[in-house]
């Protein structure tokens, strides 16, 4: 296995080229199996979990091809409508093929997707609004079987909590279906709106794209034709990248990034001293000496993003003073603090609710990743720890940041994959 050697430099400097959004990618491939095209799509990022969904379509009977710019998917021969556990295991957004898979084929079995190491991460919502759809599912031996012989029909859907996969499958399976389904507490994330804005395009009239009431009009089973599109930048990553350039006290330019997307990352990261040059697509951290404390609790986009709570965590042990970080959306999402407290950090837990005692000096030793985002935390902590940091297990680095030690080495850190 690999991990990643890690040793503190001065400074970083230079520009990063930030990648298309792994989450925006994700409901975008099984946006396909609504396609009656080959669809073509550009700048997915080099990531694991868009491999594995890929993986899994062709599984399924699709087609897709690698070009230098694009990868194009042509799902007119998918014939399976089994989604095993094989491969969901792997990746728990494989949920997302459930809706648009049942809305064109009227069947769908996908494997229940386990928890993850953040949270049990149920797909109640999910199955609960594609039976108020008309679908039939009953869940045996670990898989979700769905039928709906006579399709899917549009209604209303309320979801009891926001969530963004649940809006997308919903989204792909009432594009399909026949009449209009509103989904009230629509997730909003930039991700979504994306997804809703190429349907729209396609021919599904979708109202409200960005609101968190959306009215689709399905197309009663006819595949819609959709023309090429580029996945829009990844602004987690963009925000990894920025509190790179926070905690190692350096300015780093951003490209191919939209700051839009960025709103409540960025004014946290000026609450804590940073300042920043905007344009169009880039995004320049000018970072303050001293890095002031903050108070910050993760919630739905536009809030604060709870991807973005391990970062800052990271972070936060290096301002001068206390902060405080709830996490209100995910059950386990403070794996990266026993790691960091390990290299010298001073936090304690309450609950979902983390303290930290900024301004002491962390230690470089070996750590493991415990999920995509701690991975992150952990390479930042590296970054301004005395000695050797070692980031273990970085298979789940891998399946959301497109080559990440090569981003930061191209800016002068000295961080190096190696194999155990
Ligand atoms: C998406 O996960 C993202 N993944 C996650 O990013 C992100 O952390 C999360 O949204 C929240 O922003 C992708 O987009 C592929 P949710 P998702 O459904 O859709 C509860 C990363 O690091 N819930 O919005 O699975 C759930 O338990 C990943 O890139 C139900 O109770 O998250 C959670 O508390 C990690 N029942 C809350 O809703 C359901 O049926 C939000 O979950 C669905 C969700």
Known sequence: MDY??????KSL?????????KNASLPLIAMTIVAKNSVHIKNLPHVADISTLLKLLSNLGATCEFCEDRVIVDTSTLAQTKATYDIVKTMRASILVLGPILAR????EVSLPGGCAIGQRPVDLHLKALEQMGAKINIEAGYIH?????????CEIV???????GTANIVMAAALASGETTIVNAAREPEVVQLCEILNASGVNIE????????ISGTNGELVEIKEFSVIPDRIEAGTYLCAGAITRSELTLTHVNAKHLGSVLAKLEEMGSKFTITQDTITIHPSKVIKPIKIVT????AFPTDMQAQFLALATQAKGTSIIEEKLFENRFMHVSELQRMGADISLNGNVATINGGTKLSGTDVMATD???????????????????????????????ALEKKLEAVGANVKRLKE
């Open 4 to 9: 990643l050697q890690i040793k503190r430099v």
């Open 13 to 21: 400097r230079g520009n990063i080229k930030i990648s298309g959004a």
């Open 105 to 108: 084929f009227g069947h769908c």
């Open 146 to 154: 769905a039928v709906a012989p006579n399709g899917l029909k549009g």
């Open 159 to 165: 979801f009891d909590k926001i969530t963004v996969t």
């Open 208 to 215: 409200g794209i960005g609101t968190a009431i959306l009215k």
């Open 299 to 302: 919630q739905e986009y536009p």
């Open 372 to 402: 995509l985002r701690a991975s992150s935390a952990l390479v930042l902590a590296g970054l301004v720890a005395d000695g050797i940091t070692n980031v273990h297990r970085i298979y789940h680095l891998d399946r959301g940041y497109d």
